[in-house]
């Protein structure tokens, strides 16, 4: 059996681009075509394992035994990579997340070019996850669960805000809220912390 195909170094590659990616803190493009190559790889070793079976390469004494047991560590070894490729994306996401205070909005602004769309459903499902348990703990949605441990409690849950740049209207969980260029408002933080990530309002 010959394996001039490289079997292997497009997973490979996978884990190279996730250590890229560790190395200098960012999250890059999902690479959908090298994920597509690895995963096609994959069904062209299972159609070669399950033609070895079916000619009876199936015992240690047999002659191709050697090559069965190499492609069957390969398809191991693509499928350990494919999920380390994809849990270390899921977990820069969810940094990403955290550190934009839960401004899921945010978050696809500076990073949606980057992301897969089963990547945007995830970020949409965490945070809507995230949201779940937050009113679960805090019925009047006061907590916030962006908080670091070693923080300090915030003195009060209320904050004023002064508007730099027009929104428009906007739909916020204590009402329609119309901000004007210059005018002060005072609100709930968690309502507009995102707003004021995004440059719209800045805290007075």
């Not at 590659?13 to 190395?23: G, H, T, Y």
């Not at 062209?44 to 090559?67: C, F």
Request: proline content about 3%.
């Amino acid at each position: 059996m010959s394996f001039e195909d490289n079997y292997g170094q497009k997973a490979y590659d996978l884990i190279l681009r996730a250590k890229l990616s560790l190395q200098m803190g960012k999250l890059l493009p999902y690479d959908g075509p090298l994920v597509r190559l690895v995963i096609q790889e994959q069904h062209d070793l299972n159609r070669k394992l399950r033609t070895m079976e079916a000619e009876g390469v199936t015992t240690s004494t047999h002659e191709r035994w050697p090559a069965l047991v190499i492609l069957i560590r390969v398809v191991h070894q693509n499928k350990r990579c494919l999920l380390a490729y994809h849990s270390h994306r899921l977990g820069v996401i969810r940094t990403v997340y955290w550190e934009a205070g839960g401004a899921i909005a945010h978050v696809l602004a500076l990073h949606r070019d980057d992301m897969s769309t089963d990547e945007v459903q995830y970020l949409h499902g965490f945070h809507d996850s995230v949201i779940q348990y937050r009113d679960a703990l805090s019925p009047t949605n006061a907590m916030d669960l962006t908080m670091g441990v070693e923080d300090a409690p915030k003195e009060s849950l209320l904050i004023t805000v002064e508007a730099v740049i027009e929104p428009g209207p906007l739909y916020l969980e204590s009402g329609l809220m119309d901000f004007k260029v210059g005018h002060r408002y005072v609100l709930l933080k968690h309502e507009v912390e995102h707003l004021i990530l995004l440059g719209y309002l800045h805290e007075v």
